[in-house]
């Protein structure tokens, strides 16, 4: 039973920081990609980032590129998002996703897993 449990959100100011975290467990991974989507209030789910956990390929939507960064940590069986230059139109609830596959995807139904979500607040 794939598990993903995600951490790290809260309140930041415009410009700031965080790096959210999502702890996967229940099989191995290295034929999965792992994708972080975002939903603010009142908008469809979608798409952030993702990786390859095997390789460590990474593919970001373009509101966030060059200010976030998808990583892996074989070890810890841990991916983390690190949001940089955070804007108020980041606030939204963070997933993490799975998908049993090494290919890359960004449409919502191709992740067969999801974590519960994260609040991330960024006040203007």
């Known amino acids: 039973q794939v598990q993903l449990v995600e951490s790290g959100g809260g309140l930041v100011q415009a410009g700031g920081s965080l790096r959210l975290s999502c702890a996967a467990s229940?099989?191995?991974?290295?034929?999965?990609?792992m994708g972080w989507f975002r939903q603010a209030p009142g908008k469809e789910r979608e798409f952030v980032a993702a990786i390859r956990w095997s390789g460590g390929s990474t593919y970001y939507a373009d509101s966030v590129k060059g200010r976030f960064t998808v990583s892996r940590d074989y070890a810890k069986n841990t991916v983390y998002l690190q949001m940089n230059s955070l804007k108020p139109e980041d606030t939204a609830v963070y997933y993490c996703?799975?998908?049993?596959?090494?290919?890359?995807?960004?449409?919502?139904?191709?992740?067969?897993?999801w974590g519960q979500g994260t609040q991330v607040t960024v006040s203007s």
């Open positions: 229940g099989t191995t991974f290295s034929t999965y990609t």
């Open positions: 996703a799975a998908r049993p596959s090494i290919t890359m995807a960004t449409m919502r139904n191709s992740y067969d897993y």
